[in-house]
């Protein structure tokens, strides 16, 4: 089968879903929804929390690491 055939098959379906009337209803709608306020609730806070402790690893790293090894102080 040629690329071009499979490409213009997927197409076809494609167009064929989105013309069906079995789309997204009410329900549907309202369980994204609830999942992503559920997600900012509980997600969201520990994602800050992960991201300050990172930079704090960060910091630290840069500050031994990087400038004292790469970039020494000189003697004068």
Known sequence: MKIGNR????ICCIRMRLKSNSGFGMNELLGI???LIIAAFI?????KEFAIAV???LDIW???EITDT???KSGV
């Open 7 to 10: 490409i213009g098959r997927c």
């Open 33 to 35: 929804a609830a999942a």
């Open 43 to 47: 997600i969201i806070p520990q994602l």
């Open 55 to 57: 930079m704090g690893d």
């Open 62 to 64: 840069w500050r031994d």
């Open 70 to 72: 790469i970039f020494p």
